[in-house]
């Protein structure tokens, strides 16, 4: 039991996991609708992506792991090729996860047991023959952040009882572009492996400087939408995400240019910590906004201020020393 409880939480990635869950809290507090409770849907819904999450996980190291004794051969994170657990436990753990995420979603609502049930599917086509959308090329990366953003925020969404209007649409979409510049980044550190076993994903279809365009474009596309949303109500927000965005822009050619996979991994790092801090700081003008703490403006201001900040200067740090920065998976 105790190597089964092991795997799982190996498995769970926690990181990718919190990211996850920051997507599904941005989706609850779109709907406006927190001051009224909701606290065992909400819960409900923070386990439903948690098993998700893991059946998402279990089902792609299994589909992947000739690749990955290539690709990630030293990362703690994949223990099935470091003979840490076995095929039939990680199948056994992709059972329970998606068993107890539709049973949690059930709880919820019927629209969020539906939507359990695209995601799980979402979740073996991207993997597993015959479709294996991981495999076809540009397909992966537009398709993969409706499990990592649209769900979360939709059922976070639903679990609050909100209804996807305008405001919560054009959110969802800036998200969603934004995380698309993000996602096709991941196969940089997998082209080896990715190469030697027909996986053509983008960066091996069309090569890393047409990848790191790419990325830029919808980097560019899914900001603009966030401070076009933004722009009547927070300025602040605004000069934050478009300030993360040119730090982002200057890592993207950093890392077009880095011959080093080291360096191109840790930079890659910081533009996930630079895109978390530009979420955080939505979530906080969203709690603002709907009053659902005792939060001051001038609360708020600092604290946007601080992770505004620290994401664009930690960014601008890692730029110039990406060789003293460690890599963790």
Same mark, same amino acid.
């Given at each position: ?18 990211t996850?869950?920051?997507?599904g ?24 992506l ?12 299994? @589909? ?14 994949r223990?099935?090729?470091n ?21 949690c ?9 539906i ?9 073996? &086509? ?21 499990g ?24 969802? @979409? ?7 510049g993000?996602? &096709? ?5 997998? &082209? ?46 605004? @000069? ?22 080291? &360096?191109q ?65």
């Amino acid at each position: 039991m105790n190597r089964f409880l092991s795997t799982a939480y190996r498995m769970l990635r926690l990181r990718v996991l919190v990211t996850v869950l920051i997507f599904g809290y941005l989706g609850a507090l779109s709907s406006n609708n927190l001051l009224g409770g909701y606290v065992f849907e909400l819960l409900m819904a923070v386990l439903a992506l948690a098993f998700w999450y893991l059946n998402g996980t279990c089902i792609n190291d299994l @589909a992947d792991e000739d690749i990955d004794k290539i690709n990630l051969k030293d990362a703690p994170s994949r223990p099935l090729i470091n003979h840490k657990t076995s095929r039939r436990t990680l199948w056994l753990l992709a059972l329970a996860g998606g068993v107890f995420s539709l049973a949690c979603a059930y709880a919820i609502s019927l629209p969020a047991f539906i939507l359990l049930c695209a995601a799980l599917a979402l979740n073996w &086509v991207y993997s597993m023959p015959p479709v294996r959308v991981s495999y076809r090329g540009v397909i992966a990366p537009l398709l993969l952040p409706m499990g990592y953003v649209a769900l979360p925020f939709l059922l976070g969404l639903f679990s609050a009882d909100g209804k996807l209007d305008g405001f919560s649409s054009v959110l969802l @979409a800036g998200m969603y572009l934004s995380f698309v510049g993000r996602i &096709v980044l991941k196969d940089l550190r997998d &082209v080896e492996g990715d190469k030697k076993y027909g996986k053509k994903t983008f960066i091996v279809r069309y090569g890393k400087q047409k990848t790191m365009y790419f990325s830029g474009f919808f980097w560019l596309a899914g900001t603009v939408v966030l401070a076009v949303l933004f722009a009547s109500r927070s300025w602040l927000l605004c @000069a934050i995400l478009m300030t993360h965005m040119l730090v982002v822009s200057l890592a993207l050619q950093r890392m077009g240019s880095a011959k080093s996979r080291h &360096v191109q991994q840790v930079i890659l790092g910081a533009i996930g910590q630079i895109a978390a801090m530009s979420m955080l700081c939505i979530a906080i003008w969203l709690i603002y906004d709907s009053d659902l703490y005792d939060m001051s403006g001038k609360s708020y201001l600092y604290l946007s201020v601080l992770l505004g900040v620290y994401g664009a200067v930690y960014g601008l740090f890692v730029i110039r020393n990406p060789e003293e920065m460690k890599v963790s998976y």
